[in-house]
């Protein structure tokens, strides 16, 4: 009898109803949590890299903080997938392992980037903003790591050039910060004068995403629709030429990016292949 009774409730009218009704409730739970893990998680990483290696830094110590780095961030990212916030596909990076002395050129849609290509990079540099640079909890991996801050510019030019000769890969967000309007912002030009000087293959990476979670600008408050799907894919290679100047090679490449993304409500999308 209380299973013919749990069948008619299953059956009824009524029930995709609730269903969808407790679904933006569901939604919400999994957003406050996640915004609670991601600071838990920074706390432990800048606890770790901190407890974990010696204070004196040398490059050895460097490639360590930030294989702790990207050993975290794929923690962190896993958690999501577990708890139904997120879904992630790579696509292109089959030989990535092999990559050396390029600098990694992707579009930044929000803080997630970062950690979507530390986890698949983990002895990469990157180039850190102003902000998280000087933000007392974020500040620490990243110096730890050796990272490099994006002002003052020429110190950013100077150690980006010698971590491309010396054959290592350094990711960098050519926007400066999120996005914070349409698909893409301005792209800046001290990322470009690091590639000519540095004589860097520069690859780039286009990031997909269906929602502006942890975007620039957006609410703690603001609901989204849950998992989030992130699409992280190659596009083309270029090789910048000695001579070549690097507001104009600035330019190429934003009006690359900018003729393939397309922002769909909160969404940001590729458009030009999904393969």
């Given at each position: 009898?209380?299973?013919?009774?749990?069948?008619?409730?299953?059956?009824?009218?009524?029930?995709?109803?609730?269903?969808?009704?407790?679904?933006?409730?569901?939604?919400?739970?999994?957003?406050?949590?996640?915004?609670?893990?991601?600071?838990?998680?920074?706390?432990?990483?800048?606890?770790?890299?901190?407890?974990?290696?010696?204070?004196?830094?040398?490059?050895?110590?460097?490639?360590?903080?930030?294989?702790?780095?990207?050993?975290?961030?794929?923690?962190?990212?896993?958690?999501?997938?577990?708890?139904?916030?997120?879904?992630?596909?790579?696509?292109?990076?089959?030989?990535?392992?092999?990559?050396?002395?390029?600098?990694?050129?992707?579009?930044?849609?929000?803080?997630?980037?970062?950690?979507?290509?530390?986890?698949?990079?983990?002895?990469?540099?990157?180039?850190?903003?102003?902000?998280?640079?000087?933000?007392?909890?974020?500040?620490?991996?990243?110096?730890?790591?050796?990272?490099?801050?994006?002002?003052?510019?020429?110190?950013m030019v100077k150690e980006t050039r010698s971590v491309l000769s010396q054959g290592g890969?350094?990711?960098?967000?050519?926007?400066?910060?999120?996005?914070?309007?349409?698909?893409?912002?301005?792209?800046?030009?001290?990322?470009?004068?690091?590639?000519?000087?540095?004589?860097?293959?520069?690859?780039?990476?286009?990031?997909?995403?269906?929602?502006?979670?942890?975007?620039?600008?957006?609410?703690?408050?603001?609901?989204?629709?849950?998992?989030?799907?992130?699409?992280?894919?190659?596009?083309?290679?270029?090789?910048?030429?000695?001579?070549?100047?690097?507001?104009?090679?600035?330019?190429?490449?934003?009006?690359?990016?900018?003729?393939?993304?397309?922002?769909?409500?909160?969404?940001?999308?590729?458009?030009?292949?999904?393969?």
């Open positions: 009898m209380a299973i013919d009774r749990l069948a008619s409730v299953e059956n009824s009218a009524t029930a995709p109803v609730s269903r969808s009704e407790s679904r933006p409730l569901r939604d919400s739970v999994r957003l406050h949590a996640a915004y609670a893990l991601y600071l838990a998680s920074a706390s432990w990483l800048a606890a770790s890299v901190l407890l974990r290696l010696p204070a004196r830094r040398d490059e050895a110590s460097n490639l360590r903080a930030r294989e702790i780095i990207s050993r975290h961030s794929a923690r962190y990212l896993d958690q999501l997938f577990r708890m139904g916030c997120i879904r992630c596909e790579y696509v292109g990076f089959e030989d990535s392992s092999n990559w050396r002395a390029s600098l990694l050129c992707a579009n930044h849609p929000s803080i997630f980037d970062a950690l979507l290509l530390f986890q698949n990079f983990p002895h990469a540099a990157c180039v850190v903003g102003t902000n998280p640079w000087r933000h007392p909890l974020f500040s620490i991996p990243a110096r730890q790591a050796a990272y490099i801050p994006s002002l003052p510019a020429l110190r890969n350094m990711i960098v967000f050519p926007e400066g910060t999120r996005t914070r309007e349409g698909a893409l912002g301005p792209f800046l030009d001290g990322f470009a004068l690091s590639a000519i000087k540095g004589g860097a293959t520069v690859r780039t990476i286009f990031i997909e995403c269906t929602s502006r979670f942890l975007g620039k600008a957006i609410s703690f408050k603001s609901p989204l629709e849950m998992p989030i799907h992130f699409r992280i894919s190659t596009g083309e290679v270029f090789h910048p030429g000695p001579d070549e100047r690097a507001r104009y090679f600035s330019q190429t490449l934003e009006k690359y990016f900018r003729a393939r993304l397309l922002r769909e409500g909160e969404a940001i999308l590729r458009t030009d292949c999904h393969a």
